[in-house]
């Protein structure tokens, strides 16, 4: 990524892929919801911010058996 624009349309993008609002994102991330939607627009935020959002949505939730669920963009490619 080389620009803001750039990581704010990642972040936008894997969110809603994800089936996420800009508040769950928040607290998976452990980050106030202005700070997403500051992201989201562009704005500057701090690197370590930034890794915050991202590692937040890598994650993969775990089901009850312990396998992975895929991500909602993952389920699309699928069918």
């Known amino acids: 990524m080389k620009t803001l624009g750039e990581l704010a349309a990642k972040i936008r993008d894997s969110r809603s892929a994800r089936g996420w609002s800009q508040e769950e994102l928040a607290q998976q991330a452990g980050v106030a919801v202005r700070t997403v939607r500051r992201v ?3 704005e500057r935020c ?3 911010t930034a890794t915050a959002l991202l590692m937040a949505l890598e994650r993969r ?13 993952e389920k699309a490619r699928e069918a």
């Open 40 to 42: 989201e627009a562009g």
């Open 61 to 73: 939730q775990r089901a009850a058996g312990g396998r992975a669920l895929p991500c909602q963009d």
């Open 46 to 48: 701090h690197w370590d």
